[in-house]
């Protein structure tokens, strides 16, 4: 953590607001509609946006830094202040640029010469490099003020995204430089051409050999998950599947089937919550079979999303 020299003289500055970001929060990745290639919807590798090598990062300066407080009205925007004087923090921020690339566009990087942007660094109270502040919806959200773990730092910005979901900055941000499109393994592209042709169990076929060939091969073990449950909600009358877990919140086979729809339609949480409910309340031969389809609707939703995490604690606690 490195101070930075102040120029003399008063300057008109920018303006933005703080606004503290709620410690409890946590992100939120809508799994959207897996059909049409949603995060990492069956089919397709798990995406990486524009492709790999897709950046989201921009250097700002006083005179744009009023563009970029009306975009945080659409996207958060991540203000991270360094010096070149400052070795620790221009690396920091090149941490924070893979982390924020990782989110899609869901997030947009700004960063900020402190030694010569003294108007910005005023702004958000900046005495040392590296800082790092958020912009959501015009108001400044401080993260930190020194160097921290990558995973600390995807934890803040999980925080962030939920916080900006609650004041409606839901928006996606355009990458700043190209991507290279990826070139997906040969049993994949051939998975995902059999998906596109309708042929769910094909595409299966595919992605079990690509895990035969490769266990640890989790693109395929995601991809595989989500195969399996469009298979299953593809033969679903999804009315009369509600009515039925409806009309009995005991029938196990309808709760998974409510379960999958949820899932498949984004409602990630819902789908948890009614699963992890059943589990409480079941025993024996159905409560192995409801802890089963929840395990396997982690893999099609991600192991390192936050609803997973989450979800993942609460059935150890229900088992044990």
Avoid: C, W
Wanted: proline share 5%; charged share 20%.
């Amino acid at each position: 953590m490195s101070e930075f020299p102040q120029q003399s003289g008063q300057q008109r500055q920018p303006e933005a607001q703080e606004q503290a970001v709620p410690a409890s929060v946590r992100g939120a990745m809508d799994l959207g509609t897996m059909q049409t290639g949603g995060a990492a919807g069956p089919g397709a590798a798990p995406s990486t946006g524009g492709g790999e090598g897709a950046s989201y990062r921009v250097s700002i300066t006083a005179q744009d830094f009023q563009k970029y407080a009306e975009q945080s009205a659409t996207v958060p925007v991540v203000v991270a202040l360094y010096a070149p004087q400052s070795p620790e923090s221009e690396t920091f921020v090149e941490t924070l640029a893979q982390l924020v690339d990782s989110y899609q566009g869901k997030l947009l990087l700004g960063t900020v010469d402190a030694s010569k942007e003294q108007q910005v660094a005023q702004v958000f109270q900046a005495q040392t490099v590296p800082t790092v502040v958020a912009m959501l919806g015009g108001q400044a959200v401080p993260l930190v003020n020194s160097t921290v773990p990558a995973e600390q730092m995807r934890q803040l910005f999980d925080e962030l995204l939920t916080l900006a979901a609650q004041n409606g900055v839901t928006g996606t941000a355009e990458p700043t430089t190209a991507a290279t499109p990826k070139q997906l393994p040969p049993l994949h592209q051939e998975a995902l051409d059999k998906l596109e042709a309708g042929d769910l169990d094909g595409a299966e076929a595919s992605y079990n050999q690509a895990l035969a060939e490769n266990p640890g091969d989790k693109d395929a073990k995601l991809a595989l998950a989500q195969v399996h449950l469009l298979q299953r909600v593809s033969a679903m009358d999804a009315n009369a599947v509600r009515q039925a877990a409806a009309d009995d919140q005991q029938n196990i086979q309808a709760a998974l089937d409510v379960a999958d729809l949820d899932v498949s339609g984004g409602h990630v949480e819902d789908a948890f919550r009614r699963l992890l409910q059943l589990v409480r309340t079941t025993f024996g031969d159905d409560k192995d079979t409801v802890r089963e389809r929840l395990v396997e609707l982690f893999d099609v939703v991600g192991s390192e999303d936050p609803r997973v995490t989450t979800a993942r604690g609460q059935l150890m606690r229900a088992l044990f």
